[in-house]
């Protein structure tokens, strides 16, 4: 298995086409039998042999225009034809074994149901092709199956042709009229419950809508189907872009690698962000069933229609689609919660990623395993980018910018500068600095320093921006950044400055630094900078906790008031790392008491900035950090926040009524708001009567994990006998049964240890199951942080003793759940030196996979500086 690196630079275009596939797949558990006959053409003037991708195939036989064609040679993951014509068809024979296929990547069986991943490069294990983005063709897929196990055979486009044959097996061929490339090749057989629908288009065409579940869900999909019709009204309306096919379909299956697929017209999706109601799902899930279902639809167009050149270009389709998504649950829910939630994964965990070995552009220069491409940075930092686009351009503005990227491109395969050009030619400006942010790795850092002359009533304030080092990346050069920026004084009054550099509220810095002007100041004024996180950047500005308090109250943007609280928390958790929590002045506490008095009507907000800044936000402000005294701090302050504020948080939750359980956002705010106050009462006198009411009175199961995660760290004798009386309830539901079980593993216990061991002997445990795997040992390695962090480094070494065990079984989730131990970088050095123990553990491990080595080998290769901490 090769470990070399594939660039960017050395992309090349294909150097045969293939314009139409017929397949004809004829299903067994061990032994599916695949025919390919691919009409292939030579590209351009050369004399290169076909190379052809394949992984773990058995090849039966090949022909060359209908003759057996012997003049080739088997590589460990390639085919080579040998002296082939300009155009020829080109039928290949080949067996599979999906059954064993564990990593769940090209086409597996599993819980009696066969199912495909073919993104990124899944599609040469189904059977030997131009497996890449570059290489569209039409497919005409025919599958065979036993008629009583599998009554449903489906593939991409439309069905065209079925029939029985004598030996109970049936067939059905389905036909995809758009050209597309090998990633988006989908089939799926099984025995569902279906859901039906149609959607009519603005136009008037009429779409079948089919979404198929496991027997017995079939009321847990309804919401799904809604919020897809919602996506495709939106993407009507927002875009003007309507769909294609005469048919939509959506499966849903448990054991899957990612969250979905946007296969075109039969989209694969882990059963988690399908299935939904009431009893067994929370809000949240209700949130996340909606944002994923539009997520794939939108893809129809971002990523299908138009689609990545390379994978280098990933975050083209995927930074693209995940804005297009954010975009549509603001519409349909809120806009602030929805971007408090967006910046809360950027601070989380891409800052993280920016300051590791994996740090990478959004459009990366190189890599060794293709699924490593699929990062917080690609998709998330490639949509706060595409969200700087829409500051710049307007909304107009950007929706001519689009309209003009489909007028281009549709149906080819292109680049993220074709986007930008694309976006620049439609509103005449320059975006060609700006395009800096695809190449330019890392966290930009904007400082501001200021000067106040208080006898001429002018004060100066300097911003400044400043991208470390990162593992890529030694040199930076200034970015383009849209800065939100607003000025108040302690009386409220807000002020603009004089030479006009802020317009509309946004000063466009693209330089190292620049000063801005403001007079008729008569007392020094606080900088709100970078609103509603205006980009994907860090700021330094150092006010005091009297000023932070000042913006909450003045500030003219939810989301900046939101933010100005964070920073408030973070301040007092400094003074308790620093010995000094008891001493924070009463003032802090009383003015805390006020906000949650004025906003106690206002509970969308006052949900949001009760929420204390989690572990690993606060690590991404600080360097060298000593996790456990961070984390005590952390709790100490919560604590504190508690006791202190318990009359007027206890009087705020019992004024919030909360009727018989509706989704709609006014419930979802009350709701959201009174389990925060919940999780703060849960430290207080009252804390354990009020837990365990909210448990037996809950009719959702929103209230029933919010009573759970209040008693998780405050009240350890009711969180077990709540955790017990929840296990008896959902334990033949293992969708649920993962919430138990994410919540136990990232419970901070002394045997916590001994505790996943016996989670892992659960039942319901399998390394087989991804989201298992992700509810145990990723929740433990991202989220506890006390037991993944023990001094003594036993939690990097359990975790990675079962990293050895699951990359043998499934590479992609082993790859993800390694991440925590890679970012080694920014804790304090007897830490870092555990935790790169346990990575060369890894490393010299006999057959690791390529997924793995690429991070690990990475982080061990990484040097640290005080530039890159």
Same mark, same amino acid.
């Given at each position: 298995?090769?470990?070399?690196?594939?660039?960017?630079?050395?992309?090349?275009?294909?150097?045969?086409?293939?314009?139409?596939?017929?397949?004809?797949?004829?299903?067994?558990?061990?032994?599916?039998?695949?025919?390919?006959?691919?009409?292939?053409?030579?590209?351009?003037?050369?004399?290169?042999?076909?190379?052809?991708?394949?992984?773990?195939?058995?090849?039966?036989?090949?022909?060359?225009?209908?003759?057996?064609?012997?003049?080739?040679?088997?590589?460990?993951?390639?085919?080579?034809?040998?002296?082939?014509?300009?155009?020829?068809?080109?039928?290949?024979?080949?067996?599979?074994?999906?059954?064993?296929?564990?990593?769940?990547?090209?086409?597996?069986?599993?819980?009696?149901?066969?199912?495909?991943?073919?993104?990124?490069?899944?599609?040469?294990?189904?059977?030997?092709?131009?497996?890449?983005?570059?290489?569209?063709?039409?497919?005409?897929?025919?599958?065979?199956?036993?008629?009583?196990?599998?009554?449903?055979?489906?593939?991409?486009?439309?069905?065209?042709?079925?029939?029985?044959?004598?030996?109970?097996?049936?067939?059905?061929?389905?036909?995809?009229?758009?050209?597309?490339?090998?990633?988006?090749?989908?089939?799926?057989?099984?025995?569902?419950?279906?859901?039906?629908?149609?959607?009519?288009?603005?136009?008037?065409?009429?779409?079948?809508?089919?979404?198929?579940?496991?027997?017995?869900?079939?009321?847990?999909?309804?919401?799904?189907?809604?919020?897809?019709?919602?996506?495709?009204?939106?993407?009507?309306?927002?875009?003007?872009?309507?769909?294609?096919?005469?048919?939509?379909?959506?499966?849903?299956?448990?054991?899957?690698?990612?969250?979905?697929?946007?296969?075109?017209?039969?989209?694969?999706?882990?059963?988690?962000?399908?299935?939904?109601?009431?009893?067994?799902?929370?809000?949240?899930?209700?949130?996340?069933?909606?944002?994923?279902?539009?997520?794939?639809?939108?893809?129809?167009?971002?990523?299908?229609?138009?689609?990545?050149?390379?994978?280098?270009?990933?975050?083209?389709?995927?930074?693209?689609?995940?804005?297009?998504?954010?975009?549509?649950?603001?519409?349909?829910?809120?806009?602030?919660?929805?971007?408090?939630?967006?910046?809360?994964?950027?601070?989380?965990?891409?800052?993280?990623?920016?300051?590791?070995?994996?740090?990478?552009?959004?459009?990366?220069?190189?890599?060794?395993?293709?699924?490593?491409?699929?990062?917080?940075?690609?998709?998330?930092?490639?949509?706060?980018?595409?969200?700087?686009?829409?500051?710049?351009?307007?909304?107009?503005?950007?929706?001519?910018?689009?309209?003009?990227?489909?007028?281009?491109?549709?149906?080819?395969?292109?680049?993220?500068?074709?986007?930008?050009?694309?976006?620049?030619?439609?509103?005449?400006?320059?975006?060609?600095?700006?395009?800096?942010?695809?190449?330019?790795?890392?966290?930009?850092?904007?400082?501001?320093?200021?000067?106040?002359?208080?006898?001429?009533?002018?004060?100066?304030?300097?911003?400044?921006?400043?991208?470390?080092?990162?593992?890529?990346?030694?040199?930076?050069?200034?970015?383009?950044?849209?800065?939100?920026?607003?000025?108040?004084?302690?009386?409220?009054?807000?002020?603009?400055?004089?030479?006009?550099?802020?317009?509309?509220?946004?000063?466009?810095?693209?330089?190292?630094?620049?000063?801005?002007?403001?007079?008729?100041?008569?007392?020094?004024?606080?900088?709100?900078?970078?609103?509603?996180?205006?980009?994907?950047?860090?700021?330094?500005?150092?006010?005091?906790?009297?000023?932070?308090?000042?913006?909450?109250?003045?500030?003219?943007?939810?989301?900046?008031?939101?933010?100005?609280?964070?920073?408030?928390?973070?301040?007092?958790?400094?003074?308790?790392?620093?010995?000094?929590?008891?001493?924070?002045?009463?003032?802090?506490?009383?003015?805390?008491?006020?906000?949650?008095?004025?906003?106690?009507?206002?509970?969308?907000?006052?949900?949001?900035?009760?929420?204390?800044?989690?572990?690993?936000?606060?690590?991404?402000?600080?360097?060298?950090?000593?996790?456990?005294?961070?984390?005590?701090?952390?709790?100490?302050?919560?604590?504190?926040?508690?006791?202190?504020?318990?009359?007027?948080?206890?009087?705020?939750?019992?004024?919030?009524?909360?009727?018989?359980?509706?989704?709609?956002?006014?419930?979802?705010?009350?709701?959201?708001?009174?389990?925060?106050?919940?999780?703060?009462?849960?430290?207080?006198?009252?804390?354990?009567?009020?837990?365990?009411?909210?448990? $037996?009175?809950?009719?959702? #199961?929103?209230?029933? /994990?919010?009573? *759970?995660?209040?008693?998780? %760290?405050?009240?350890? @004798?009711? =969180?077990?006998?709540?955790?017990?009386?929840?296990?008896?309830?959902?334990?033949?539901?293992?969708?649920?049964?993962?919430?138990?079980?994410?919540?136990?593993?990232?419970?901070?216990?002394?045997?916590?240890?001994?505790?996943?061991?016996?989670?892992?002997?659960?039942?319901?445990?399998?390394?087989?199951?991804?989201?298992?795997?992700?509810?145990?040992?990723?929740?433990?390695?991202?989220?506890?942080?006390?037991?993944?962090?023990?001094?003594?480094?036993?939690?990097?070494?359990?975790?990675?003793?079962?990293?050895?065990?699951?990359?043998?079984?499934?590479?992609?989730?082993?790859?993800?759940?390694?991440?925590?131990?890679?970012?080694?970088?920014?804790?304090?050095? $007897?830490?870092?030196?555990? #935790?790169?123990?346990? /990575?060369?553990? *890894?490393?010299?491990?006999? %057959?690791?996979?390529? @997924?793995? =080595?690429?991070?690990?080998?990475?982080?061990?290769?990484?040097?640290?500086?005080?530039?890159?901490?």
């Amino acid at each position: 298995m090769s470990m070399q690196a594939k660039r960017r630079a050395d992309y090349l275009p294909p150097a045969f086409t293939i314009s139409d596939v017929k397949m004809d797949v004829r299903l067994h558990p061990t032994a599916t039998r695949i025919t390919s006959e691919l009409q292939i053409t030579r590209v351009s003037d050369h004399s290169q042999h076909l190379e052809l991708d394949g992984d773990n195939l058995s090849l039966v036989s090949i022909k060359l225009d209908g003759e057996i064609f012997e003049d080739i040679e088997q590589r460990e993951d390639t085919l080579i034809v040998r002296n082939v014509p300009d155009t020829f068809t080109l039928t290949i024979v080949n067996d599979i074994d999906p059954q064993n296929n564990k990593a769940l990547e090209g086409l597996y069986l599993s819980q009696n149901t066969y199912c495909t991943q073919c993104e990124a490069e899944g599609f040469r294990r189904i059977t030997y092709y131009l497996d890449r983005p570059d290489v569209l063709a039409t497919f005409e897929v025919t599958l065979h199956g036993d008629k009583a196990q599998y009554p449903t055979l489906l593939a991409n486009g439309n069905p065209v042709a079925r029939g029985d044959n004598d030996d109970g097996t049936h067939w059905v061929t389905w036909q995809d009229p758009f050209p597309k490339p090998s990633y988006l090749f989908a089939l799926v057989a099984g025995d569902f419950d279906l859901l039906e629908d149609s959607y009519t288009t603005t136009s008037g065409k009429s779409v079948k809508l089919e979404l198929y579940v496991d027997k017995g869900k079939k009321s847990r999909g309804i919401f799904a189907l809604e919020s897809l019709k919602r996506a495709m009204k939106w993407d009507e309306d927002t875009f003007g872009l309507e769909y294609d096919l005469d048919i939509y379909m959506i499966v849903a299956v448990d054991f899957f690698n990612m969250g979905a697929m946007e296969n075109k017209g039969l989209n694969i999706f882990n059963s988690k962000f399908v299935l939904a109601d009431q009893r067994s799902a929370t809000d949240e899930d209700f949130f996340n069933v909606e944002s994923v279902i539009a997520h794939e639809y939108f893809h129809n167009w971002t990523g299908n229609r138009v689609t990545c050149r390379d994978w280098f270009q990933l975050s083209l389709k995927e930074g693209l689609t995940v804005f297009r998504d954010q975009q549509f649950s603001a519409d349909m829910t809120s806009e602030l919660s929805n971007r408090i939630k967006h910046v809360r994964v950027m601070r989380e965990h891409q800052f993280a990623e920016d300051a590791s070995a994996m740090s990478h552009p959004i459009r990366p220069e190189e890599v060794i395993e293709m699924n490593n491409f699929y990062t917080v940075t690609v998709y998330d930092k490639g949509a706060e980018v595409i969200r700087m686009f829409h500051t710049l351009l307007g909304e107009d503005g950007f929706r001519k910018g689009m309209d003009e990227y489909f007028r281009r491109h549709d149906g080819q395969a292109v680049t993220c500068d074709d986007f930008v050009a694309a976006m620049q030619t439609a509103t005449d400006i320059d975006l060609s600095h700006f395009a800096q942010w695809y190449s330019q790795s890392g966290t930009p850092v904007i400082s501001l320093t200021t000067m106040f002359d208080e006898r001429k009533q002018v004060m100066d304030i300097t911003v400044a921006q400043h991208t470390p080092p990162t593992a890529d990346q030694s040199h930076k050069v200034p970015l383009f950044i849209p800065v939100a920026f607003d000025c108040i004084d302690e009386n409220g009054k807000h002020y603009t400055d004089v030479d006009g550099k802020i317009k509309d509220g946004v000063l466009l810095l693209d330089a190292p630094s620049t000063t801005l002007h403001f007079t008729g100041v008569e007392s020094p004024l606080i900088p709100v900078v970078l609103g509603n996180f205006s980009a994907p950047a860090k700021v330094n500005n150092n006010l005091s906790v009297e000023q932070m308090l000042l913006v909450f109250r003045y500030a003219k943007d939810a989301f900046n008031r939101w933010d100005a609280m964070q920073s408030v928390y973070n301040w007092c958790i400094a003074e308790f790392e620093k010995g000094q929590g008891e001493q924070i002045d009463d003032s802090v506490w009383n003015a805390l008491s006020d906000v949650i008095n004025n906003e106690a009507d206002n509970h969308e907000l006052l949900g949001e900035c009760l929420v204390i800044p989690t572990f690993e936000t606060l690590c991404q402000t600080r360097q060298r950090v000593d996790p456990n005294s961070l984390n005590s701090a952390r709790s100490a302050f919560c604590d504190a926040f508690s006791i202190k504020l318990a009359s007027v948080l206890k009087r705020v939750f019992d004024s919030i009524s909360t009727d018989s359980y509706q989704y709609d956002q006014r419930s979802v705010n009350a709701r959201r708001c009174k389990n925060v106050l919940l999780n703060h009462l849960a430290r207080t006198e009252h804390g354990d009567s009020l837990v365990r009411q909210q448990y $037996a009175a809950a009719d959702n #199961m929103t209230d029933t /994990l919010g009573a *759970l995660k209040a008693a998780q %760290g405050n009240l350890p @004798d009711a =969180f077990e006998a709540l955790m017990q009386n929840f296990e008896s309830e959902w334990n033949v539901d293992p969708l649920v049964l993962d919430k138990w079980f994410g919540l136990h593993a990232t419970t901070e216990r002394d045997d916590i240890l001994s505790q996943l061991s016996l989670l892992k002997q659960h039942p319901q445990f399998t390394i087989n199951n991804p989201n298992r795997v992700r509810a145990v040992m990723g929740s433990f390695a991202f989220f506890n942080t006390a037991g993944f962090h023990r001094a003594d480094g036993a939690g990097y070494k359990y975790v990675t003793d079962y990293l050895l065990e699951l990359d043998a079984v499934n590479p992609q989730v082993a790859a993800r759940v390694v991440t925590p131990l890679t970012q080694w970088q920014n804790y304090a050095p $007897a830490h870092q030196s555990l #935790m790169k123990a346990q /990575l060369n553990r *890894l490393l010299g491990h006999k %057959g690791l996979s390529r @997924d793995m =080595f690429e991070k690990v080998s990475k982080s061990l290769a990484f040097e640290t500086s005080g530039e890159h901490a």
